[in-house]
Nanobody, 124 residues
């Protein structure tokens, strides 16, 4: 069964850090472009970072550049999103997703598999 499971979400104070994990099962994560998305109630889901399966090239949304880092551990079949200097506006449900497209960034419609999402709350 193909599955993506996020973990690492928490309540953290502004300026703090978190590392989200996206554990894959049923497929090799290195064979897919993995993206991270987030959604706030009442707003559209937005893409914030992704890493291409082709060459490990990365994309970051402007609002997270310099603060968030995407990485992958092939041995653990897990993708990570390290988030530093968190701000209250980073509060959202975060999702990871897998796409066969090698392009970064790419469309949300390109993503085939999605995790269930995990809450990140940043207090001021």
């Amino acid at each position: 069964e193909v599955q993506l499971v996020e973990s690492g979400g928490a309540l953290v104070q502004a300026g703090g850090s978190l590392r989200l994990s996206c554990a894959a099962s049923g497929f090799n994560i290195r064979d897919y472009t993995i993206g991270w998305f987030r959604q706030v109630p009442g707003k559209e889901r937005e893409g914030i970072s992704c890493m291409s399966t082709a060459d490990d090239s990365t994309y970051y949304r402007d609002s997270v550049k310099g603060r968030f880092t995407i990485s992958r551990d092939n041995a653990k079949n897990t993708q990570y999103l390290t988030m530093n200097n968190l701000k209250p506006e980073d509060t959202a449900v975060y999702y990871c997703a897998a796409s066969v497209s090698v392009n970064v960034p790419n469309s949300q419609g390109d993503y085939r598999y999605w995790g269930q999402g995990i809450q990140v709350t940043v207090s001021s």
